[in-house]
T-cell receptor, first 114, second 117 residues
């Protein structure tokens, strides 16, 4: 069975603090993709990153970075020097090669306080 | 124009009414999906279609039906709406071709907020 767990329901940080959003996944497939999506207050879902199971290199994009560790089945997302515009709900998702369905976590609501 | 367009964006209806949510896309993707979002539950898959002749039930298909009228169009119907179908509904598309940088990424519509009284 496939499952994505985002244990942090809500997080509040003060602007300029760093924050890490946790994502733990379960799958028996050896080939899979992991994703992060952002849902700002306006409601749309914005793609942030895709990572395949064979690429464990961490990735940095501006203030965003992602730490993929197969050993712990985790794909954590860190925002450095958070800004008010980062306030959103963030979803982690898993897509496996068998079935090609996407499995979403329940989301983490991040509030950045000015 | 948006790549994935959902209509209506907002709808209030009464219990027992038939409702159709429509989705059209200009991305040329073969795969289309309907998700439902409820607070605290994330996004749950209702139905998905990998091409015009392929329709599959997702995690929570009871009470819903779909139609893939063309590669670009995928509609979701609630035959007899009930209050617990009040939710935010998202249509999404993805491209099955190859495993290039764009493959498997879901592109979402803006969402359709449905309220069933």
């Amino acid at each position: 069975a496939q499952k994505v767990t985002q244990a942090q329901t809500e997080i509040s940080v003060v602007e300029k603090e760093d924050v890490t959003l946790d994502c733990v996944y379960e799958t028996r497939d050896t080939t899979y993709y992991l994703f992060w999506y952002k849902q700002p207050p306006s409601g749309e879902l914005v793609f942030l990153i895709r990572r395949n199971s064979f690429d464990e290199q961490n990735e940095i994009s501006g203030r965003y970075s992602w730490n993929f560790q197969k050993s712990t089945s985790s794909f954590n997302f860190t925002i450095t020097a958070s800004q008010v515009v980062d306030s959103a709900v963030y979803f982690c998702a898993l897509c496996t090669n068998t079935g090609n369905q996407f499995y979403f976590g329940t989301g983490t609501s991040l509030t950045v306080i000015p | 124009d948006a790549d994935v367009t959902q209509t209506p964006r907002n709808r209030i209806t009464k219990t027992g009414k038939r409702i159709m949510l429509e989705c059209s896309q200009t991305k040329g993707h073969d795969r289309m999906y309907w998700y439902r979002q409820d607070p605290g539950l994330g996004l749950r898959l209702i139905y998905y279609s990998f091409d015009v002749k392929d329709i599959n039930k997702g995690e929570i298909s009871d009470g819903y039906s779909v139609s893939r009228q063309a590669q670009a169009k995928f509609s979701l119907s609630l035959e007899s709406a009930i209050p617990n179908q009040t939710a935010l509904y998202f249509c999404a598309t993805s491209d099955s071709q190859g495993r290039s940088s764009g493959a498997n990424v879901l592109t979402f519509g803006a969402g359709s907020r449905l309220t069933v009284l």
